[in-house]
């Protein structure tokens, strides 16, 4: 008996517990990857819809759960049980017919339910207005594509709010550049994977400004835990200010010359792009305005210049197995092109 | 009375002084080239025992490597290889063998067969298999060697192509993966067959199949499951060595390829996969329930056609773990239907079982314990399951902890669960001995508490955004607390299981001696010996019923005067 | 212990099961079946899809002569079936030596195909889509040819030593079955690269 009740309650007591932790969790804590703060359009119908959900799937745990907790408990064998076997029971078709019939009413209620949000979700007409970027994964970045503004950048992306007077929706082509990845910012929208030759589409509009945290959620090689994302969701004049700063080319500063000759002589131009130079190369992250972003590495660590040197210096420091090879440059030379970069905001 | 059909007299008692008098090197000699069946069946048990341990070591390090954000434990390229091999290796190397070990054990003894339809196959399955284990393993001797956990493989247990294309796993780690389990698989294939023709031609007089035992029905359904589940994996397989041998491009996405190609075969492969590990949890659950409560099964012919049911319907729900890839909303809530669809004959399968206990006398040993927390365990994992199958909030869920967390559940919740049940049960009759009691409820309680407390947390974390496959984690995404829970409740499971590896390995000697059927069952394996003759039966029996030991039992109440 | 009841209806039924041999070659050609279909899925859904390269109508020819032979020799292995039931050992021997020829004519015309392919089309595994998706499954299904034509051989030997007579018609039975499987096989390859995809 001891024995039972013990079970029950840990069984019992530890749905409870999830439960309890999960609605604690519910407390949104700012920047968070919380499936449970929606912010955005298609997350919140998913939160919505996860709600019905486990209403039904919680009603069939108690009651399930319960018929057999009770079961246990009443028909534990006893020492006051008569000899011999308890009555064999083989089966009875009304009931099987009623716990058939009824899981598959369930299963078309909840199908139908979800159907509906599946529609609305990856079927949503794309308004005229809405704002095309488009995601391009690598190992182990994120390549961000501004068509109608010419702008490329990297690893942290800004999209504007959409308010009820002003709805703006941000849609977005997804596709990679070598091995799969996924796009997941669970405020904002369920994941989207990255797949090369392939071109998924998704849609998010933000509800309110801040920063919205994420990651690559599609195993996609040894630095895949630090492939971080960072979206910033502005306010329309945010918006414009960073979108008019992206389109400016790098401003050329003549007191870090030397950085920019070692930046140039040395292999850094066969990987980077920095617009205005004649450094085109599309295999790392677009430097332009590396200034302008608040990490380094897709998040690997935050943008300082002592990071900044120690990066290009050994990337293996931060993110081993990341494809920047140390560039085996003097110490004079790492200042200098740190400086350099340094200017670019 | 050489006239009884179910003689249960000894001829020969195979712990005789003749035994004992090989020696050490002739008994290892025997073990080798055996093609019986009950050894290969203990030969694939401690296999399965051995390498159940090695994964679980390997888990306990990626949560230690997890118990605190930005640890320095593990290197990024150790943990993903661990990873990698702690998939692998339960999934092929202990949930297959473990249940192919027990289907070899007791299935011709539940038929009243003398072995299995082809005993040299089998040893041959059982060697291809081991051989296939031991490649992956070597892994860890290649390259570097073991620093740096050598060869071993790193991309993911189902290496999504083109991570697994030459250009980005260069070196031989996914060489091993792809061959390990080709040579595995094919001994998988042998065993499939091998189940799948004994139980078809060799049960004993009057055993149609509606009169076996559920145990046997399961596992005849999951061979024939096996044969088209294991092979797409296979062919799957061949087709990436091709490509990385021959200059192939079946997933080369620079000539045309396509990564989606290899993520289909995969899922193919991989949905109806956990319904052959989970298939032969609910068999030794439907063979331990009726007899913990003194029932017959509730709805016998009902659990036969949900099993079939399920064997047919897990075969059009894959593409439920690809709903994040970029279908079209309609294949996406085709899925979404069928994968709710396989639900419900899993759900009735829990109301029979609780339609048995019900009126029945429950007693709980650890076997018993065991299973009713399979119980629990399955009804929250099937739960969990369609959750998941809510495609918009799998868009969520998907490669997150919850996947991680619900799939625990199933595998460890319910197979591991049954399997613990299983050994419990059947170990009396492979060894003559039983398991100790108090042990057993020490394992039991360990294991189920810990089990709870790193799986019910892990759902937690799954919602709040982590993904999965990532070695460390930011400081900053408030993980850092659960994680720490999750890691203790590992060790918690770690403890338990070690106590249940002393517990059977010391039984062997110590135990108390079971005689031929301890636990008051009413299958055929129960009427032989603990352990049987190697010929099993005398004579072959012939049965009436389902349960033709409690016909014998009970003369004046025979079961084939209630069953249709 | 004690006896059974004493009568029981069933007593007197005859207890007949299927062949174990019949059962296993059945499962093992289900899982073989499986092993087709996904190459044959990877053919179709790469048709057309190469970027480079000949194509098939450019340079497949349907290899009548070839399929001829091989659907030939599933008749022949039914003519020596009946003939080892029989135990008409010597036309037993004629049927079996009649199928080994007419699978070597097949594997001959493969062969010949695949060096005009390689030498004089340049088509290789490596070369596109094509390439790697034709070889691989039409190589699966010839080294099945080849397994079957080893089995038939070796059962060809034994006969013309005089070993085997009616006692050995089941497990020739299972051979013959593997072989009727191999065409089958040929069946679904040729329809879907000769007819279909070209």
Known sequence: ?345 | MSDCPLSISQVIDPSTSRAEQITFLEKLHRWVVTVDHKHLGILYILYSTFFLLVAGAEALMIRIQLAYPHNHVLSAQVYNRFFTMHGTTMVFLVGMPFLFGFANYIVPLQIGARDMAFPRLNAFSFWLTAFGGFLLYYSFLGGAGLYGVGNAPDVGWFAYAPLTARSFSPGHATDYWALALIVSGFGTLGTAINIIATVISMRCKGMTLMRMPLFTWLLLIVSMLTLVTITPLTAAQFMLLIDRYLGGHFFDTQAGGSSLIWIHFFWIFGHPEVYVLVLPAFAIANEIIPVFCRKAIFGYPAMVAASVTIMFVSLSVWAHHMFTVGMTSVSNAFFTLSTMLVGVPTGIKIFNWIATLWGGRIRFTTTMLFCIGFLFQFLIAGLTGIMLSVSPWDWQLHNSYFVIAHFHYVLVGAVVFCIFAGIYYWYSKATGRLMNETLGKWHFWLFAIGFHITFDTMHCLGLLGMPRSIYTYQPDRGWSFLNLVVSVGGLIQGIAVLIFAYNFIVSYWRGEVAGDDPWDAWTLEWTTSSPPPVYNFEEEPEVHSRRPLWDLKHPDDPDWEYES | MSSMPVSHPERTVEWHLPSKRRVGMTALIVGESAIFTIFVVAYVFYMGKSLSGPTPAQVLEVPILATICLLSSSFTIWRAEKAIEDDRMGSFTGWLGATIALAAVFLRGTALEWKTLIYQDGLTVNTNLFGTTFYSLVGLHATHVVVGLFLLTSVFIFSLFGWVDSRQSERFGVVALYWHFVDSVWIVVFTVVYLIGR
Not at chain 1, 23 to 34: N, V
Not at chain 1, 79 to 92: F, H, M, R, V, W
Not at chain 1, 143 to 156: G, L, Q, S
Not at chain 1, 213 to 241: I, K, N
């Open chain 1, 1 to 345: 008996m001891q024995t039972l009740r013990a079970q029950r309650l840990i069984h019992r007591g530890s749905a409870t517990a999830w439960f309890l932790l999960t609605s604690s969790m519910l407390i949104a804590q700012g920047a968070t990857p919380s499936t449970l703060a929606p912010a955005s359009t298609p997350a919140h119908q998913i939160f919505d819809l996860s709600v019905f959900v486990v209403a039904i799937t919680g009603g069939i745990f108690l009651i399930v759960g319960g018929l057999l907790a009770l079961t246990l408990y009443r028909f534990r064998a006893r020492k006051t049980d008569p000899l011999g076997e308890p009555a064999q029971i083989y089966g009875s078709t009304q009931i099987e017919l009623a716990w058939t019939v009824i899981p598959i009413l369930i299963v078309v209620v909840l199908f139908l339910t979800t159907a509906r949000i599946i529609f609305a979700i990856q079927d949503a007409p794309k308004p005229h207005t809405a704002l095309d970027v488009t995601v391009i994964g690598h190992q182990f970045w994120w390549e961000f594509r501004y068509p109608k503004y010419a702008v490329i950048t990297a690893n942290e992306l800004h999209i504007p709010v959409s308010s009820d007077a002003a709805p703006e929706a941000t849609f977005l082509k997804l596709t990679s550049a070598d091995v799969n990845h996924s796009f997941w910012i669970p405020q904002l929208a369920g994941k989207t994977d990255l797949i090369a030759n392939h071109v998924n589409t998704m849609w998010m509009d933000p509800k309110k400004p801040g920063l919205y945290l994420g990651q690559c959620a599609q195993f996609c090689g040894s630095q895949h835990a630090m492939m971080l994302l960072r979206v910033y969701v502005d306010t329309p004049e945010q918006f414009d200010a960073w979108m008019k700063n992206q389109q400016r080319a790098a401003p050329r500063d003549s007191t870090v010359e030397a950085g920019r000759t070692v930046f140039e002589k040395q292999a850094c131009m066969n990987c980077h792009t920095i617009s205005g130079t004649a450094a085109t190369g599309r295999f790392g992250p677009d430097l332009t305005h590396l200034m302008s972003r608040a990490t380094l590495a897709s998040g690997a660590m935050d943008n300082s210049p002592a990071n900044l040197r120690q990066w290009i210096k050994s990337p293996d420091t931060f993110k081993r197995g990341a494809l920047m090879p140390a560039m085996q440059l003097t110490d004079e030379q790492l200042n200098q092109v740190t400086a350099y970069l340094e200017t670019l905001k």
